[in-house]
């Protein structure tokens, strides 16, 4: 059974910090990301990385003060993503989900689409307030 378990969402100040982070178990997983959704807007990627770490891609407006990262347990069955979240910005402010993808195979694939996730979390809010 897969499970997709977000953490670490909050209450922050304007330059502040949080870190997030994400537990995704049950199979193997590739690309993971972090999306977000503000109120009346489309849901968009904010970071994303593949399982060998190499390769990220990040939403031009938080690049410089978001930092992906994960962790593959040796028995493949959990990966962990964190999203290091410095300088927050009120416009940051937004519901997080975590997203896994299990399909695609490839070590080193990364993706910004979000139907190419089948696996989601329930999301953890962020507000970042000016």
């Known amino acids: 059974q897969v499970q997709v378990v977000e953490s670490g969402g909050g209450l922050v100040q304007a330059g502040g910090s949080l870190k997030l982070s994400c537990a995704a178990s049950g199979r193997t997983f590739y690309s993971m990301g972090w999306f977000r959704q503000a109120p009346g807007m489309e849901r968009e990627l904010v970071a994303a990385?593949?399982?060998?770490?190499?390769?990220?891609?990040?939403?031009?407006s938080v690049e410089g003060r978001f930092t992906i990262s994960r962790d593959n347990a040796k028995n493949n069955a959990i990966s962990t993503v964190y999203l290091q979240m410095n300088n927050l910005k009120p416009e940051d402010t937004a519901v997080y989900y975590c997203?896994?993808?299990?399909?695609?195979?490839?070590?080193?694939?990364?993706?910004?689409?979000?139907?190419?996730?089948?696996?989601w979390g329930q999301g953890t809010q962020v507000t970042v307030s000016s």
């Open positions: 990385i593949s399982r060998s770490f190499a390769v990220t891609r990040y939403k031009d």
């Open positions: 997203a896994a993808d299990r399909r695609s195979g490839s070590i080193r694939y990364v993706t910004s689409r979000q139907e190419e996730y089948q696996d």
